[in-house]
Every structure is written in structure tokens, then in C-alpha cells.
């Protein structure tokens, strides 16, 4: 049998670690089959040499997290455990402290993971970048925060949102209204982030003046955008020559965000989706970067990640792209 302690710096640390209940400890115990006790300041782990080890460096983990101000929560212990797995633990000290923006009901807006810190650092940096990956990995909605804090510092004078507008499986062609009414259920959760950072009021006030925009792809043709964010969502369901019509409508003082999952393509006929040929085209393009996030950078419900995972082994085992039967 192997112990070791932990000293952590304030009884408010120790309460966030163990949890309501202990349940964020008990979460290690059954990962790392250790007993872990609290007596104080002090956290005293025991068991085999390995597994007190492991939970050690999971403990110090999530304290480097609370210290920065995280909740913690089933999802961020079980993202620590992964980062333990590939001995990237220490990374944990890279998230940033501070945060993007602040919603209308006081909620900061920051990276939770490594792969979200990597994609807003990108996206600070650079003019084009493109965000690749599952579902609840945050892509659009950071991208959304940054876009709400270049407007709110006058870096750039509107925002601008867009998506194909393709349907994944529904026909909403008979709906009734005009083509804005048609295409608006597309651009949905364009909307509902907006409303979060801005309040709907806020939100409403500035797309009348023309400083927000929220249409289909398809409104872009023939425009050029000058001191823009432009966020264009659900990117793999861009036809090659859609991507190549959005990407040089860039004017100047504006920057461009791609978001999208490869895995989910709705585009009919088989038809190749113009994000895959973008990824591959430029790479190498100087002042764009991709960013590739993984089933890690899931911050919705535990069950999504586990969701994710089952997808993409079926898909290996039935040597599919999109895990389809």
C-alpha cells in the first residue's frame, strides 16, 4: 500500500474538491481504486503505488482548476482524468484565468478545456480560422463571445452570422411565411447565443441598426465584408464552391470564423463537403489556422461524450465517414 498528502491552501478549495456529498471524490476513488480522506487542510491518499499516484496528479489537476476559478463538475473531473491518461495534466496551468465576455445573467464566458484556450487564442491571432469537431465542443459559441467582445471593443463594426441553409433530414419548404421565416429555424442557434451575451432587446437594437446579421450563406454572394467578425456555422454543409464564395467575400478589418463537424454532413447526393476540401487547401495558408477539437472538449452532458465515442468506433468497425448504415 502506497499514502501520500496533499496540502491545498484554504478550507474553500477543499470544500469545491470533495464536493456536495463527497461526490467529486468518490468519481476518484472509483477511477483510481484509492481512499481518499480529508482531515483539515490536508488530503491524504492511499493505495497501490499507481493508482495513488494517478489520483494525485488528478487532485493537484482539478485544484489548478478551482484555483482559476472553475465549478467543478462530473465533466470537468472526467476531462482531467483524460489529460492524466496522456500525461498532459500540467497543461491545465496554460487555461486562462480571464474571460471572454459576460452573459446578460453574470455568467463569465471562458475556455473550459485546452482545445478551447488553443481555438480563442487562434482566433485572437489570426484572421481566418477554422474550428473542427463534435458536437458540445463549444465551437460555435466561443466564436459567438469573441465576436460579442471585438463589437463591444469596436474592433469591428457588425457581426455577422451565416449557415447553409441544409436541411439534416426535416423539409421546412412548405413552412409558412416568407424566406426569412423559412430559413430562421436553420439559424436558430446563432440566435440563442446572441440573446445570451446580448439580451434580446440589445440583440434586437443592433441588428436594426444593421450591426448584427444573421442570414443564410446563400446572402453572401457578391458582397464584400469590411470591418466584420463573420461567423459562418455548420461549414460541412458548404459545397465546395459555396466555401470558395465565402471565404473571399473577406474585406478589410474583418475576421473570419469556420465552425463544423465532418461527421455530420447533410449535403444530398453524396455530394463532397466544401470544409473537408478547405481543411486540406489551406493548411499551409499563412494568418489561418485550424483547430481540430476532440471528444475531450465535449462540455455538455457526460452522456454526449459517451455518445461521440460509440459513433466513431461504429464508424471504424463499418469503415464509414459518418457512421451511417
Do not use: W
Not at 426569412?180 to 440566435?191: A, E, I, S, T
Not at 454572394?221 to 465546395?240: K, P, S, V
Not at 463537403?273 to 487547401?281: D, H, K, P
Amino acid at each position: 500500500m502506497a499514502e501520500k498528502t496533499i496540502t491545498v491552501d484554504s478550507m474553500d478549495t477543499m470544500l469545491s474538491l470533495f464536493g456536495s456529498y463527497d461526490e467529486n471524490v468518490n468519481l476518484i476513488q472509483r477511477e483510481y481504486n484509492v481512499v481518499v480522506l480529508g482531515r483539515g487542510e490536508d488530503i491524504k491518499v492511499t493505495g497501490d503505488e499507481q493508482g495513488v499516484f494517478n489520483a494525485c496528479e488528478a487532485i493537484n489537476g482539478l485544484i489548478t482548476m478551482i484555483n482559476k476559478g472553475e465549478k467543478l463538475s462530473e465533466q470537468t473531473i472526467r476531462y482531467v482524468f483524460a489529460l492524466v491518461r496522456e500525461g498532459r495534466q500540467y497543461e491545465l496551468q496554460n487555461l486562462s484565468d480571464d474571460g471572454i465576455c459576460v452573459t446578460i445573467t453574470g455568467k463569465v464566458i471562458k475556455p473550459k478545456t485546452l482545445g478551447q484556450k488553443r481555438y480563442v487564442d487562434f482566433i485572437r491571432k489570426n484572421t481566418i480560422v477554422l474550428g473542427i469537431g463534435p458536437a458540445g465542443t463549444g465551437k460555435t459559441y466561443l466564436a459567438v463571445a469573441m465576436a460579442v467582445k471585438a463589437f463591444k471593443a469596436h474592433e469591428v463594426e457588425k457581426i455577422i452570422l451565416t449557415r447553409p441553409a441544409v436541411e439534416a433530414g426535416e423539409k421546412l419548404g412548405f413552412l409558412p411565411g416568407d424566406l426569412q421565416n423559412k430559413v430562421d429555424p436553420y439559424l436558430r442557434p446563432l440566435y440563442d447565443a446572441l440573446f445570451e451575451m446580448l439580451g434580446p432587446e440589445s440583440f434586437a437594437r443592433q441588428q436594426e441598426r444593421g450591426c448584427i446579421e444573421v442570414a443564410p450563406l446563400a446572402y453572401m454572394r457578391g458582397r464584400t465584408l469590411d470591418n466584420a467578425f463573420i461567423i459562418l456555422d455548420e461549414a460541412q454543409n458548404t459545397t465546395n464552391e459555396q466555401m470558395k464564395m465565402f471565404l473571399t467575400r473577406l474585406g478589410f478589418n474583418s475576421k473570419i470564423v469556420i465552425t463544423g463537424d465532418i461527421t455530420q454532413i447533410d449535403l444530398p447526393d453524396n455530394r463532397r463537403s466544401g470544409l473537408i476540401q478547405a481543411m486540406n487547401v489551406l493548411k499551409d495558408v499563412e494568418d489561418i489556422k485550424i483547430n481540430r477539437f476532440s471528444d475531450k472538449d465535449v462540455v455538455r452532458h457526460k452522456l454526449v461524450q459517451d455518445i461521440i465515442l460509440a459513433y466513431e468506433k461504429y464508424s471504424k468497425r463499418n469503415g464509414k465517414n459518418n457512421g451511417q448504415s
